[in-house]
């Protein structure tokens, strides 16, 4: 019940309507996504999102299709390409600074491999979920010589360009730079950090990582019911506590059906604010919907799923033409390496009076 008077009030107030309002810039005419999408009704988004909302943009760890991931640069030509949300993934550092990182190991996202300074630091990893890599992990580095690295462009076929230039940001960092400035639209910045692997920082006996987060968003003002922020993770457990601590809304990310089956089948589900499942989960082999939007909205949790790449089309389709399908279907917010073309496909849809 405490989950579900929530829900409704996110939806009323966290205010998905004054993060999507739109701005002379944001209002485009409709385009072929109108004549395909939902009907509207009594005004609003075109297509079936909870509430008639504009979905959200969520630069998925930056506009990191074009600039190395997880960078301030990053989360910067994100929000000018066009995003609502910027995405955070975080992990700790041996000092236990939060810091902007997908992975736990560094050797693909940054230059840590040509440091010979580090040569001796790489290792194998003692914990089973990460098998037997052979790496050079967060967990063993102080933010001082994380901070000496450079990131790196891990993708194949993406711009190198940045390489070696910019820095691992800070979680404050990253929230600093989400209060400096507006999106496009002349919004305030959303901030979507998803804590990674908290079982495994807490096997190491680091802080809990919801504390952690909670802890920062509430130096930069950003922690109380309201604030633009949505907290995700892929981890059951440390979701439903996390949800217990904060008027954030929190989002129960979900890679595949087997975990879908596994949660829905749990008695205290759902536990969640919104959720987060891989594109795959959401349409079907067959083209079609798998119902687990309409099960999610008929429980009135927002659904954002991931991720939308402009390089790695599904069945050869254009970008374009999966996105609409999927805004088509009435997912509320979509994470995507680029920003600029979820912008402008999100945008193509016009709100109906
Ligand atoms: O957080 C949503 C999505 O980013 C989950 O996948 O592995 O890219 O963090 P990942
Ligand atoms: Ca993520």
Same mark, same amino acid.
């Given at each position: 019940?405490?989950h579900?008077?929530?829900?409704?009030?996110?939806l009323?107030?966290f205010a @998905?309507?004054?993060v999507l309002? @739109?701005?002379a810039c944001?209002?485009?005419?409709?385009? *072929?996504?109108?004549?395909?999408g939902?009907?509207?009704?009594?005004?609003?988004? &075109?297509?079936? /999102?909870?509430g008639r +909302?504009? *979905?959200?943009?969520?630069?998925?760890?930056?506009?990191?299709g074009?600039?190395p991931?997880h960078?301030l640069?990053?989360? #910067?030509?994100a @929000?000018?390409d066009?995003?609502d949300?910027?995405?955070?993934d975080?992990?700790? =550092?041996?000092d236990n &600074?939060l &810091?902007?990182?997908h992975d736990?190991?560094?050797?693909? =996202?940054?230059n840590i $491999?040509s440091?010979?300074?580090?040569?001796?630091?790489?290792?194998?990893? !003692? !914990?089973?979920d990460?098998?037997?890599r052979?790496d050079?992990?967060? +967990?063993?580095f102080t933010?001082? +010589?994380i901070?000496?690295?450079?990131?790196v462009q891990p993708?194949?076929?993406?711009?190198?360009?940045?390489?070696g230039l910019y #820095?691992v940001p800070?979680f404050?960092?990253?929230?600093?730079?989400a209060?400096s400035?507006?999106?496009?639209? /002349?919004?305030?910045?959303?901030?979507?950090?998803?804590?990674k $692997?908290?079982?495994?920082?807490?096997?190491?006996?680091?802080?809990?990582?919801?504390?952690?987060i %909670?802890?920062? %968003?509430?130096?930069h003002?950003m922690?109380?019911?309201?604030s633009?922020v949505f907290?995700q993770?892929? +981890?059951?457990?440390?979701?439903?506590?996390l949800?217990a601590?904060t008027? %954030?809304p929190?989002?129960?990310?979900?890679?595949?059906?087997? $975990?879908y089956d596994a949660?829905?089948a749990?008695?205290?589900a759902p536990?969640?604010?919104g959720?987060g499942p891989?594109?795959?989960? @959401?349409?079907?082999?067959d083209?079609k919907?798998?119902g687990?939007?309409?099960? /999610?909205?008929?429980?009135?949790?927002?659904?954002? *799923?991931w991720t939308f790449?402009d390089? #790695?089309?599904?069945?050869?389709?254009?970008i374009e033409?999966?996105l609409?399908?999927y805004?088509?279907l009435?997912i509320?917010?979509f994470? =995507?390496d680029? *920003?600029?073309?979820?912008y402008?496909?999100?945008?193509? $849809? #016009?709100f109906?009076?």
């Amino acid at each position: 019940m405490i989950h579900m008077m929530k829900h409704a009030r996110i939806l009323a107030a966290f205010a @998905l309507a004054p993060v999507l309002a @739109l701005s002379a810039c944001d209002t485009m005419a409709p385009g *072929p996504a109108d004549a395909a999408g939902g009907a509207s009704a009594g005004g609003g988004w &075109v297509y079936p /999102s909870l509430g008639r +909302e504009r *979905p959200l943009v969520i630069g998925h760890r930056g506009a990191s299709g074009d600039v190395p991931e997880h960078t301030l640069e990053s989360y #910067q030509r994100a @929000l000018n390409d066009g995003a609502d949300c910027i995405e955070p993934d975080l992990v700790m =550092t041996k000092d236990n &600074v939060l &810091v902007a990182r997908h992975d736990l190991y560094l050797s693909t =996202t940054t230059n840590i $491999a040509s440091k010979p300074e580090f040569a001796n630091r790489k290792r194998k990893t !003692d !914990d089973p979920d990460y098998g037997t890599r052979n790496d050079w992990w967060v +967990e063993d580095f102080t933010l001082a +010589e994380i901070k000496s690295l450079r990131a790196v462009q891990p993708f194949p076929g993406r711009p190198k360009v940045y390489d070696g230039l910019y #820095q691992v940001p800070t979680f404050d960092e990253v929230l600093m730079l989400a209060k400096s400035r507006v999106t496009v639209a /002349s919004n305030p910045v959303c901030v979507y950090p998803e804590a990674k $692997a908290p079982a495994h920082h807490a096997k190491l006996g680091k802080p809990d990582m919801g504390d952690e987060i %909670l802890a920062a %968003l509430g130096r930069h003002g950003m922690a109380g019911k309201g604030s633009r922020v949505f907290i995700q993770a892929f +981890e059951p457990d440390f979701i439903k506590a996390l949800n217990a601590k904060t008027e %954030l809304p929190v989002v129960m990310l979900i890679g595949d059906k087997a $975990a879908y089956d596994a949660i829905m089948a749990r008695p205290d589900a759902p536990f969640w604010d919104g959720l987060g499942p891989n594109t795959g989960l @959401l349409i079907g082999p067959d083209g079609k919907s798998t119902g687990v939007v309409e099960a /999610s909205h008929a429980k009135g949790i927002p659904v954002h *799923p991931w991720t939308f790449r402009d390089d #790695q089309p599904v069945n050869g389709e254009p970008i374009e033409t999966t996105l609409r399908k999927y805004l088509a279907l009435g997912i509320d917010g979509f994470f =995507t390496d680029f *920003p600029i073309t979820g912008y402008r496909v999100r945008n193509e $849809a #016009q709100f109906k009076p």
